[in-house]
């Protein structure tokens, strides 16, 4: 789900300011409308469910402690709460399995998942935007910086799975972020 | 002082740092240079908010209804214990109730549900006889609670389907009766939110088609003897999926 109609997103903003407040009502809300999301998006880069069950609970038992610090100028909250569920689970990630996951049939399966057109009408504005700029990267480039995202894979693992050099593999990566902000930021 | 040159460099930093693509040292170094400098901060929300719609791309998955429960243990809130039902099968307290109203059929109701969700093709498949179920019906046929068994991951989830009145004082405790056993302890469970239980190695193997899930009446704090003092107030049988 994109949170991407203005009202949902004013919600969830309110939900999280209340949380901020030790509002256990809104928290309890606020997990209700966003766990589905946030828990989609660790099962994808951590692909064990167990796993993906204990850092959706630590993300939220962190968001209900530094929800104060979440500052609606500076992000939507659901920016802060996905970059949250992230960041636990490359960190998760990076403790226990860092050069473990080399799986080079891994690649296509990213490359190859698009949203459907039913789903591309339901996506914000923002994602549109970043799809166009993506689009404009070299299928293979983009299908790394894809793969990279969703799988939080570090450098060397996304060689290992590409099968190209690690130099390769880096200059793909800074090149397409580059290209990426001229595109985002024109 | 940075150059123009500094500033690039530190600019891609960043966006390696939320794309997800630096080592465990690289990335506490960004995680420093936040907490220290605004600019840094700045720079990274930036490429977060550029990056993160990329999750769109990524389906919703219902995690089951024990998170929740372990989160609000483990941050001992008080109210409410389970928040209400929106979209997922999973977190759909009615959907445990109606399950539980028809007891015959509900335990193995409960199985389907939990092999017709969405399961991502990343998930290593499990055996078949990963989970088992009840339906704890009280004697006046009304389903108490509905208990799923995740042999995979030695757990219970217990859901109360009716939440039952007790006295001040007075709990529910869930006994696990083996055939031509005495009752085991599953220790005492809510009655109006979900009670996750971690099933010990010697519950594990008791666990079969022959045995019986019973809630008795206890003291607050459960069986002072180990075994029920109080009336039984809801059975069930096991079925395996």
């Keep these: ?186 | 002082m940075n150059t123009p040159a500094d500033h690039r460099h530190d600019d891609l930093r960043y966006a390696e740092y939320v794309l997800g693509v630096l080592d465990a040292d690289a990335r506490a170094a960004v995680e420093q240079e936040i907490q220290v400098s605004p600019q840094a901060a700045a720079a990274v929300a930036l490429w977060q908010r550029h990056l993160t719609p990329l999750t769109d791309d990524i389906g919703d998955m219902a995690a089951a209804p024990y998170v929740w429960a372990r989160i609000h243990d483990a941050l001992q809130l008080a109210a409410p214990a389970a928040p209400q039902p929106r979209a997922s099968l999973w977190d759909n307290l009615r959907l445990w109730r109606w399950l539980g109203i028809s007891a015959s059929v509900a335990a193995a109701a409960c199985v389907v549900v939990i092999f017709t969700l969405p399961r991502p093709a990343i998930t290593p498949s499990t055996a078949s006889t990963a989970y088992m179920a009840a339906t704890i019906t009280q004697d006046n046929g009304v389903t108490g609670w509905t208990a799923t068994m995740d042999l995979q991951h030695a757990r219970m989830i217990v859901v109360p389907a009716t939440p039952a009145a007790f006295a001040p004082g007075r709990a529910p405790e869930l006994w696990l009766i083996p055939p031509g056993e005495k009752p085991i302890s599953l220790g005492v469970i809510a009655r109006d939110k979900p009670t996750t239980i971690t099933l010990r190695t010697e519950l594990l193997t008791r666990l079969s088609a022959q045995a019986l899930l019973a809630v008795s009446v206890e003291p607050a704090g459960g069986s002072p003897t180990g075994q029920p003092t109080g009336p039984v107030m809801a059975k069930g049988a096991i079925s395996g999926a």
């Design chain 1, 1 to 186: 789900m994109s949170f991407s109609n203005p009202a949902e997103r004013e919600e969830l903003t309110n939900l999280l300011i209340r949380t901020g407040r030790s509002d256990q009502q809104a928290f309890a809300e606020l997990y209700q409308r966003t766990s589905s999301k946030l828990f989609g998006v660790c099962l994808r880069m951590l692909r064990e469910r167990s796993e993906a069950e204990e850092v959706l609970q630590e993300t939220y038992i962190t968001v209900w402690r530094r929800a104060a610090s979440f500052d609606a100028g500076k992000a939507s909250a659901i920016t802060w709460l996905v970059t949250l569920a992230r960041n636990k689970a490359i960190d998760r990630l990076r403790q226990h399995r860092e050069e473990q996951l080399d799986d080079p049939l891994r690649l296509e399966e990213t490359a190859d998942m698009r949203p459907t057109p039913a789903a591309d009408a339901e996506t914000s504005q923002e994602h549109q935007r970043l799809q166009r700029c993506l689009d404009q990267l070299e299928p293979p480039q983009r299908a790394a910086v894809r793969e990279a995202f969703f799988t939080g894979a570090t450098y060397n693992e996304l060689a290992g799975r590409c099968k190209v050099p690690l130099g390769t593999m880096k200059s793909w990566i800074r090149r397409s972020l580059l290209q990426l902000r001229n595109c985002l930021e024109q």
